[in-house]
């Protein structure tokens, strides 16, 4: 039996309390694993099958932008395909920062860094540089999510 995982109230996306739930896939579509986006209007939706269950967030990596969904999940960690940052899509933290450095949830700096094995890549002073450090990676955003007649609903904000 295909269940909700647990997700963090407190990153509940903005508007979605008491939301209209819609369906958006048949639980056949998202496999143990998985990762599918969905949308609805200008919204992208990851639905991730985590070994608790199934989630719902943004299909953006809250660095960037990027869609998660093509990104690769491991358990509940997804790598993001733009900068190889990682997250924990059970907690919505952040597990590794992206290549690009920033600051995290939190505030705090974390220097660029390279793949092991790569030389460090020197950062040039400027527009791009001071935009990099000064990027703040967010943590993830969550949908609620209910099972219906073997469909996956999610709860989306109101307008």
């Given at each position: 039996m295909t269940r909700v995982a647990p997700t963090p109230p407190e990153l509940r996306a903005p508007g979605t309390a008491g939301g209209p739930f819609q369906p958006v896939l048949a639980i056949a579509d998202l496999p143990p694993g998985g990762l599918v986006r969905v949308t609805r209007g200008d919204l992208d939706i990851l639905l991730a099958h985590l070994p608790d269950g199934i989630v719902a967030t943004d299909d953006r990596c809250p660095h960037m932008s990027a869609p998660l969904s093509i990104g690769r999940l491991d358990g509940?960690?997804?790598d993001c395909p733009l900068h190889n940052g990682r997250f924990d899509l059970a907690t919505g933290e952040t597990v590794?920062?992206?290549?690009?450095?920033?600051?995290?949830?939190?505030?705090?700096?974390h220097?660029?860094?390279?793949?092991?094995?790569?030389?460090?890549?020197?950062e040039p002073a400027g527009p791009?540089?001071?935009?990099?450090?000064?990027?703040?990676?967010?943590?993830?955003r969550y949908y609620p999510v209910r099972i219906v007649d073997d469909r996956i609903e999610v709860a989306l904000p109101r307008p």
């Open positions: 509940c960690i997804v590794r920062m992206p290549t690009t450095g920033g600051l995290d949830a939190d505030g705090r700096a220097p660029p860094w390279s793949p092991p094995g790569s030389d460090p890549k020197p791009k540089a001071d935009a990099r450090r000064l990027t703040r990676i967010r943590r993830l």
